[in-house]
């Protein structure tokens, strides 16, 4: 398992998920560490403040998130959790120039409107069916489709 520490903006929440991807030309310091078998690492030189601690572990979801570094040592518990779907994380960033196309808003005929333009559909209680009305006006007219 690879860990890497660097530093982190001041006004991030110690704790906190890091969600904005890490853009190299911003980073002033790095450590790197490498865990034992058993997952323990120790990191020398850490600079005093806030931290964004990034570790990478082969079928395990990137852990990303900030801590602080203080002058008293002191032990932090880091959990990943395995990856459900794959090994490989993706991310895909994109700029678009143009608005996304707004959805079709053409008109569709109402059921209504099927129902009267097909005569072999019947409703099952003529009485109170809207198609049957007008189709009862319809016969009262002489219309050859009725």
């Known amino acids: 398992m690879k860990v ?10 110690v704790g906190g998920v890091a969600r904005e991807p890490l ?55 880091l959990f990943v959790t395995p990856l459900s779907t794959g090994q490989y994380r993706t991310e ?12 079709s808003t053409a008109s569709r005929p109402s059921v209504l409107e099927c129902i009267r333009a097909r005569p072999e559909i019947r409703c099952a209680r003529p009485r109170t069916c809207p198609a049957s009305r007008g189709a009862r006006r319809a016969r009262a007219r002489g219309d050859p489709r009725w």
Do not use: N
């Open 92 to 103: 895909v960033i994109s700029e678009r120039d143009s608005p996304l196309p707004k959805p």
């Open 4 to 13: 890497l520490i660097v530093a982190a903006p001041a006004d991030v929440r």
């Open 23 to 77: 853009d190299p030309s911003t980073v002033e310091w790095t450590r790197e560490a490498q865990t034992d078998d058993e997952g323990h690492f120790e990191c020398l030189d850490v600079p005093l403040g806030k931290v964004r601690v990034v570790v990478v572990v082969p079928g395990h979801e990137r852990l990303d998130m900030y801590a602080e570094s203080t002058e008293q040592p002191r032990e932090l518990s």
